[in-house]
């Protein structure tokens, strides 16, 4: 799809999407603490306007620009992956040529697709659990109540996800 046109598939360079550096610490925050919480996620990407915007991985493993250009090709081939969160194998060549990842992909907003990988071909619903933190932590906060009593708990306010929104535009 995008081979024609994008001269990233050519020099094996992938685009990363400028945004302040805090919003971007942010997302990569976010999808860190959901990461910790599945053992069997591998990697984990967000891409935003077909180019990277965070990729978390393991110590001992890294992904090869070739396979992130092709995560980044597959997510824009259809635009059914907009519509639902989909599950397919997805083969990574320069990460391992005898074998299949599986990819949980989904826009969390219509310009934030999560690509979520693992071994596991089973793993569909521990990946969608994981993509509905990671769009529960993106979501506005509800308008706070009207308290009471000046003594009640506070919480440290949510990421503001206008502003995370803001840093998608490309």
Known sequence: HAAGADPAMLLQAVPCLRMPPPIRA??????????????????????????????LRPKRNSLHPDDVLLIMNTVASSASFRE??????ICLPRFNDAGFLYAHISFVFPELCLVLLTPKADGFSAASECRN???????????????EGEGAATTPPPPDADALRQGLRA
């Open 26 to 55: 942010e997302l990569t925050k976010i999808l860190s603490q959901v990461k910790q919480a599945d053992n069997d996620l591998l990697f984990a990407l967000m891409i935003s306007h077909n180019h990277l915007v965070t990729l």
């Open 84 to 89: 639902d969160e989909a599950w397919l194998p």
């Open 133 to 147: 933190a990671v769009a529960q932590r993106l979501a506005p906060p509800p308008p706070p109540e009207p308290s």
